[in-house]
Each structure stands twice: as structure tokens, then as C-alpha cells.
Nanobody
Framework: QEWLVESGGGSVQAGGSLRLSCTTA????????MAWFRQTPGKDFEFVAA????????YYGDSVKGRFAISRDNGENSIYLQMNDLKAEDTALYYC?????????????????WGQGTQVTVST
């Protein structure tokens, strides 16, 4: 069931920034733990970042630590991913996901709700 909608992807040069957004299109999601994963053709989902439902705890994949920041606004039913100092290896399809009780925050299969993905392309 897809009721998460991502936006904000696009093309940017290396070193640039993008901000991804994810909203529930009217449904409330304050009870969901949320995360971003990314995928490139032929590869498994890679964990990018996750945030607990109150927004207190945040987790990041090793490849994005110090460059990306996840945040949420439950009043707006939205989460965000600020991506700075982008690199060519950040090029991927980025997915917003959510679940009330993911088995692990950094494992894609633990999330029930998915968006359709938004493409990020970083050129050198």
C-alpha cells in the first residue's frame, strides 16, 4: 500500500545540495517511525537515514553521516532529508518508508509503507 509521496529529487552537480520531502497526502503518520532508503539498478536497498516517531532519535548510514540530515514535522505529516556535499555515488532512487514497529530501523524489509521513489542524480 503506497500512501507516501516523495518530492525534491533532481539533478545536481557534485558538492551541491538537495532537500527531499515525503508526505502522507492527508493521512496522519505521527505514530510511524520513518526512514529513507536508496537503490541503484541491480543493487539492494541501502539504508540512508531513519527517525523515530517523536523525532528524538535519528540514525544514519555510514556513507552519509555528516552530510545528510533527517527531520520530521508531524503537524505537517512530513519528513525531510537534507542532503549536502552530494557525491556521484549518492545517485540513486530514494524511497521514503514508514512503519509503526520496524524490526530494525536500518532494514528495508521492516517497513510496511513505501513511496514511489524520487530520483537523485549527481554529476561530476
Amino acid at each position: 500500500q503506497e500512501w507516501l509521496v516523495e518530492s525534491g529529487g533532481g539533478s545536481v552537480q557534485a558538492g551541491g545540495s538537495l532537500r527531499l520531502s515525503c508526505t502522507t497526502a492527508g493521512r496522519t503518520f505521527g505514530h510511524l517511525h520513518m526512514a529513507w532508503f536508496r537503490q541503484t539498478p541491480g543493487k539492494d536497498f541501502e539504508f540512508v537515514a531513519a527517525i523515530t516517531w517523536k523525532g528524538i532519535d535519528k540514525y544514519y548510514g555510514d556513507s552519509v553521516k555528516g552530510r545528510f540530515a533527517i527531520s520530521r514535522d508531524n503537524g505537517e505529516n512530513s519528513i525531510y532529508l537534507q542532503m549536502n556535499d552530494l557525491k556521484a555515488e549518492d545517485t540513486a532512487l530514494y524511497y521514503c518508508v514508514g512503519d509503526p514497529t520496524p524490526s530494525r530501523m536500518d532494514v528495508a524489509s521492516g517497513y510496511e509503507y513505501w513511496g514511489q521513489g524520487t530520483q537523485v542524480t549527481v554529476s561530476t
